[in-house]
């Protein structure tokens, strides 16, 4: 686990804490070992209450776009606290081989299917990459519900669903388990 995730946590953690009330459902679902967390994403914050959701002691290396990393402190400081880039709109081999290490050390990585932020009026299709990913690297996936259009100090909620394998296609369409995984996903919405 990377000293600055830790330091980052720990000064993250009240402030969002306070801004950001937050309910969490479905921790005992997080699984030790190697994973694939998928999200729906409609806010910078996201990312900060996903991590709170998984703790301090268990590091999410967020998958990230590449434009991030060319802001001057915040490159700096995701870079150091384990975030990899990803160039989108094209296959990003580097990414996928990041990825990939992670998980073969045994790390959870946080991937955004819909692969960038959507308000909650919107709908897109999700990415087939984090599918890729899991069924070639036999990791489960771990569906995640956070409640969009959120606002300072109003609560809001992180619903955590069941770790799930997905199976390679037979004929090679991913399609479909990304529609799936969108569809786990938005199902926990009703599940508290």
């Known amino acids: 686990m990377k000293t600055a995730y830790v330091i980052c946590y720990l000064i993250a953690y009240p402030i969002a804490r306070l801004i950001l009330p937050c309910r969490f459902f479905g921790r005992e679902n997080i699984p030790e070992g190697q994973l694939v967390v998928c999200a729906n994403h409609s806010s910078l914050m996201d990312a900060v209450l996903l991590a709170i959701a998984f703790g301090r002691r268990r590091q999410l290396f967020f998958m990230a776009k590449s434009e991030l990393f060319k802001i001057p402190v915040l490159g700096r400081i995701i870079k150091s606290v384990g975030v990899f880039p990803i160039e989108r709109g094209e296959t990003d081999i580097n990414s996928i081989r990041t990825a990939m290490k992670h998980l073969k050390s045994g790390h959870k990585i946080m991937i955004f299917p819909e692969g960038t932020r959507f308000s909650e009026l919107e709908s897109v299709a999700a990415k087939s990459g984090a599918v890729r990913i899991a069924t070639k690297m036999k990791a489960p996936i771990l569906p995640i ?3 969009p259009g959120k606002k300072l100090f109003h ?27 969108m569809k786990k996903i938005f199902t926990l919405e009703s599940k508290r």
């Open 145 to 147: 519900y956070v409640t």
């Open 155 to 181: 609560s809001t909620k992180v619903v955590i669903g069941e770790p799930y394998l997905p199976q390679i296609p037979q004929d090679k369409d991913y399609t479909p388990l990304a529609d799936e995984l």
